[in-house]
T-cell receptor, first 116, second 113 residues
């Protein structure tokens, strides 16, 4: 079956530091890949997406590139802010119809804490 | 445009009871997915409904069921509650043709005692 593996957390950084959160996946076919973010006390929000190999998703200074050869979708940000403190989830959805309908498969989440 | 709403936000039930959770999707969204979030298992897919039909189901026992109404609102039901059902239950809606771009509600926190 499909699966997503994220780097072990939590991650603690100082403001303006560089962020990388690793994500690798296992899936048949060509899934679409996503990063979702969960801020304290809020619901999950879509941060960025990529639907095919070599696509780069970007939003709010965050970027991730769909690497089919390494089955990875690592999240990066050049300079984090305190307001980026949240839980980040890597996810995929298969594009094969049928059993993929509406089913996002999530990684275990990475807690990011940014200190001033 | 109003977001996804879930009611109630918090619920405390006793083992053996049943519970019904409600979800109102974003206007125009016909797909509704449900997830269970726990510290140990993370986010796990329960089921997905589209135009009142369940199109997909995760690996949960038959005690977990759902339905969708003609206005796309959805409910999920858990019968014979167990302690292990304590979790945050999240509902998400999406547009047809964009299944991965899901908009999540704030969740219902269910505690089973």
């Amino acid at each position: 079956g499909n699966s997503v593996t994220q780097m072990e957390g939590p991650v603690t950084l100082s403001e303006e530091a560089f962020l990388t959160i690793n994500c690798t996946y296992t899936a048949t076919g060509y899934p679409s890949l996503f990063w979702y973010v969960q801020y304290p006390g809020e619901g999950l929000q879509l941060l960025l997406k990529a639907t095919k190999a070599d696509d780069k998703g970007s939003n709010k200074g965050f970027e991730a590139t769909y690497r089919k050869e390494t089955t990875s979708f690592h999240l990066e940000k050049g300079s984090v802010q305190v307001s980026d403190s949240a839980v980040y989830f890597c996810a995929l959805i298969a594009n094969a119809g049928g059993t993929s309908y509406g089913k996002l498969t999530f990684g275990q989440g990475t807690i990011l804490t940014v200190h001033p | 445009k109003a977001g996804v709403t879930q009611t109630p936000r918090y619920l405390i039930k006793t083992r053996g009871q049943q519970v019904t959770l409600s979800c109102s999707p974003i206007s125009g969204h016909r797909s509704v997915s449900w997830y269970q979030q726990t510290p140990g298992q993370g986010l796990q897919f329960l089921f997905e409904y589209f135009s009142e039909t369940q199109r997909n189901k995760g690996n949960f026992p038959g005690r977990f069921s759902g339905r969708q109404f003609s206005n796309s609102r959805s409910e999920m039901n858990v019968s014979t509650l167990e302690l292990g059902d304590s979790a945050l239950y999240l509902c998400a809606s999406s547009l047809a043709g964009m299944p991965g771009e899901q908009y999540f509600g704030p969740g219902t926190r269910l505690t089973v005692t």
